[in-house]
């Protein structure tokens, strides 16, 4: 038996523990689709033929169980047709298992979070079911599902679909286990401990997560660099972020992501994309790294969420190293991409402005492009090669806005000179590109092979 039924037809979860089926819009539904079923088995329609489907465990696993319904005792009842889907439901949780669930909810509230098990969340007309859900800042919520070697790897089956719907609808999916075969599938963000008896997990003591977390090394590209370069064989003067296996207690882990400290990332690897859980500082960070002019790093939070203001503050950081300013009759657009199709302005940006008379006038004698918009580009390229340097997360922050003003600057002044000469902007811009990062790579190798 079960409480959750999926109607086929209708497409909605049915709660056979209220009296309304959790459907207070449908009065009498109940009545309807009990008289439906019983029509369809006078009839001898068979259970699979008809419109119901198990909705709890066996639909989270994507299963399709087929479910009759009938009264006992004055009780609803659903009822699954074949024994192996009921089986699935009698499989009592495991100790080690009750015991995580309490360790998660124990380690929340020591943080200040509060969280619940088996939590149903309603979305739209379907629910999600939660292992343990923990509440954490600015709504953020983290869905523990553990996964311990006691189960059948049945417990498996949909475990990407599930995590990807829990994280569409605003749950951070974290997947928990002790058994190192699930730790390795790469279907989610999973987490692994060393199989441990529940009086150990249920203990205050130390819990430690083995695998799943990881510290990002930050290094430059020389011929000091400890690692080969991810690219090829030779140095190529980037910056590049290496990820390192490190430990973390448990119940820091359930606080942190709660705290939004430690967050999940994609992290490509060639043509593999790793799933790991990092701090949100190398997570900015790495932001920095895979960002480009035309696609910064998204505007994060900076202060600590409670109380802060989410207004952008009105003055600039005063370290600019040249007097480049965004446009200032285009808004401030803190979304990306930062490349708007069509900007409606007519004006030229201040930074070109600024200098009418000789400046914008000269070109670059082999590629024709003025050398104000190489200036620009440069000044972007270089703050950006400065923020991939600098390790304090503060000096980071006040360098990432440097860098996107800079960014911002250049593309305008792209735009501007596009529109004006009536070129094809994304060629103007590749053409940019390739002249200073050319210069900008020889200055890097030279610096490079020199550094030996
Ligand atoms: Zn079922
Ligand atoms: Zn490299």
Redesign the pocket.
């Known amino acids: 038996m079960a409480n959750v039924v999926w109607h086929k037809k209708l497409r909605i979860l049915l709660d056979l523990t209220r009296d309304d089926l959790d459907h207070p819009d449908y009065p009498g539904l109940w009545d309807l689709i009990y008289a439906t079923d019983r029509f369809y088995g006078r009839r001898g329609v068979p259970v699979s033929e008809r419109d119901l489907q198990c909705g709890g465990v066996c639909r989270d696993m994507g299963v399709d169980a087929p479910m009759h319904l009938r009264m006992r005792g004055g009780r609803r009842e659903a009822v699954h047709e074949r024994r192996e889907d009921e089986e699935r439901h009698t499989a009592p949780m495991s100790d080690e298992h009750k015991a995580y669930q309490e360790r998660i909810l124990r380690a929340a509230e020591e943080g200040g979070f509060s969280g619940d098990s088996e939590v149903r969340t309603r979305i739209g007309r379907t629910w999600i079911q939660t292992d343990t859900l923990v509440e954490g800042a600015d709504g953020r919520r983290i869905g523990w599902e553990v996964q311990l070697s006691t189960i059948d790897e049945s417990g498996l089956r949909g475990v990407r679909a599930r995590a990807a719907k829990a994280a569409k609808n605003g749950i951070t999916p974290a997947w928990h286990t002790d058994r190192a075969a699930y730790a390795q599938r790469n279907d989610t963000h999973w987490t692994r401990s060393d199989n441990l008896p529940a009086h150990v997990i249920a203990r205050n003591g130390d819990l430690r997560i083995v695998s799943g977390f990881r510290v990002l090394d930050f290094w430059h ?1 020389d011929t000091h660099a400890l690692y080969p ?4 064989i030779r ?4 910056a ?1 972020a290496t990820p390192k296996p490190r430990d973390v207690l448990f119940d820091d882990m359930v606080r942190q992501t709660a705290a939004g400290t430690i967050v999940p990332i994609h992290f490509r690897a060639g043509t593999k994309v790793h799933r790991y859980w990092v701090t949100s500082a190398d997570r900015d960070r790495l932001d920095d790294l895979n960002s480009n002019d035309t696609r910064l790093p998204p505007e994060r939070d900076t202060a600590p969420a409670t109380g802060a203001s989410r207004n952008r503050p009105t003055c600039q950081p005063a370290t600019h190293p040249l007097t480049v300013h965004a446009p200032q009759d285009l808004p401030y657009i803190p979304a990306l991409p930062l490349q708007q199709p069509a900007p409606a302005i007519e004006t030229a940006p201040p930074a070109l402005v600024e200098h009418p008379g000789h400046s914008s006038r000269a070109a670059d004698n082999t590629t024709g492009l003025p050398s104000d918009l190489i200036t620009l580009q440069k000044a972007a390229d270089d703050a950006h090669r400065k923020l991939q340097q600098l390790h304090d997360h503060d000096e980071r922050a006040q360098q990432r806005q440097v860098w996107r003003q800079a960014a911002q600057a250049a593309q305008a002044a792209v735009t501007y000179y596009a529109r004006t000469k009536r070129l094809n902007r994304h060629e103007v811009e590749a053409r940019l590109r390739q002249l200073v990062r050319n210069s900008g790579r020889s200055d890097a190798q030279t610096a490079a092979s020199s550094g030996a």
């Open positions: 590209c370069c991810p690219h090829g140095r190529c003067g980037k590049h």
